[in-house]
């Protein structure tokens, strides 16, 4: 197989699947917060650009995160992201990564799978 010198694609980096959203705040700058025990168990750091998912209505939308409390399970979409989902709608939230074609064929992403229900980490 032919080596891809100094190509980069991009892949998966970290992924939270299946959590709900707690609240929808329209009033607020833009962004998504996250329980921050979410972020460190998926390797996704404050500002980092993700794409959202919805799973009940099929909306996708690219935003930035910050920090939720800790421990909460919150999973809030603020400003005109709050339109695209519903309290109680299941998102999955998505970050990439760019790399080398060689580096990316090995690389295993971060993905956690928390309680729905609760959006705590099982």
Avoid: W
């Avoid at 700058?29 to 921050?36: A, F, P, R, V, Y």
């Avoid at 404050?46 to 099929?58: F, L, P, S, W």
């Avoid at 709608?89 to 799978?113: G, H, K, Q």
């Amino acid at each position: 197989m032919e080596k891809q010198v100094g190509m980069l694609i991009e892949v998966v980096k970290s992924k939270i699947h299946n959590v709900s959203v707690t609240e929808a705040n329209l009033n607020y700058i833009g962004s998504i917060s996250i329980d921050e025990d979410l972020m460190d168990a998926a390797n996704i750091i404050e500002n980092e650009k993700v794409q959202v998912v919805n799973i009940n209505n099929g909306e996708r939308l690219d935003t930035y995160v910050i920090k939720g409390e800790r421990g909460s399970g919150q999973i809030c979409l603020n400003g005109p992201a709050a339109r695209k989902v519903v309290v109680g709608d299941v998102i999955i939230i998505i970050s990439y990564a760019a790399m080398e074609f060689n580096e990316a064929r090995s690389f295993r992403p971060n993905i956690v799978f928390p309680d729905t229900n609760t959006n705590k980490l099982i």
